[in-house]
């Protein structure tokens, strides 16, 4: 067997010295001399919202509701799609599946041509094609879309204003109201989490309030767990 000293950029990460090894070849790719670096973020504009699932593939939502999308950890941008004519939303949200990153959600928080936040755009191939939706009845349809873990179709819309929200089994192709203690009151989400393994089940934090609600029979149910919370911290 013949041996040889490790050294960077034969390829081997030597435990202990070498954090990567991608054959030190070009710098700014996240591994220079064989240690993770942080590669800088060059968005085109003023970015609302990112979201990426593997960290590498990154979409960013503009002001002007225009889409982007980083195939290199953000050091560079393509833009992937305009809003219709007509409509520019000051602030959007975007979610991608984490169970196909090609299925990507973009709600609307406020839209300036007056549809007051009800809008959503909907890929599911990464868009090559997109679908425009007014959602019925919805004001402030933000913050962030809440999506399966498993299933990339299923999703969550929570109105923040109008208490019109909904759940999809199908991309948003067609919705079920939840109409049992409708979710009006969690003002500013600052964090959404589904359940892994039952997706009937999620919790989202309110960050205006300071409060923890959780969601139950595919969202049907929502009860404030605060107290529970801080019983079990007790």
């Known amino acids: 067997v013949d041996c040889a000293q490790a050294r960077c ?8 010295s070498e954090q990567c090894d991608d054959g030190n070849t ?29 960290g590498l593939v990154i979409y960013g939502v503009g002001r002007s509701w225009k889409v982007y999308r980083s195939l290199d950890g953000g050091a560079t941008w393509a833009k992937v799609y305009t809003p219709p004519v007509g409509l520019s ?29 009800r809008d959503l755009i909907v890929t599911q191939d990464g868009f090559v094609s997109a ?5 019925p009845n919805a004001s402030h349809l933000r913050d ?15 109105a923040r204003e109008s208490g019109a929200s909904y759940r999809s089994a199908d991309a948003a ?7 049992t203690n409708p979710w009006t009151d969690y003002v500013s989400m600052a964090g959404s989490y589904i359940h892994p393994l039952n997706p009937e089940m999620f919790w ?8 923890l609600f959780e969601g139950s ?14 019983a079990a911290l007790a």
């Open 9 to 16: 950029g034969d390829g081997f990460v030597r435990s202990g």
């Open 26 to 54: 070009v710098n700014g790719d996240g591994c220079e001399n064989c240690q993770y670096v942080a590669i800088p973020m060059r968005a085109p504009e003023q970015f609302s919202s990112i979201d990426t699932v593997d």
């Open 89 to 117: 939303s000051n602030q959007g949200f975007v979610r991608v599946s984490p169970a196909n990153p090609a299925v990507v959600f973009v709600s609307d928080g406020w839209d300036e041509s007056g549809n007051q936040g």
């Open 131 to 135: 679908t425009y939706k007014s959602i």
């Open 144 to 158: 962030y879309p809440i999506l399966s873990l498993a299933n990339p179709n299923d999703v969550y819309l929570l």
């Open 173 to 179: 192709t067609t919705l079920t109201p939840l109409t």
């Open 204 to 211: 989202l934090v309110n960050g205006s309030a300071n409060a």
């Open 217 to 230: 029979n595919g969202g049907q149910v929502r009860t404030n767990i605060n107290a529970r919370v801080t």
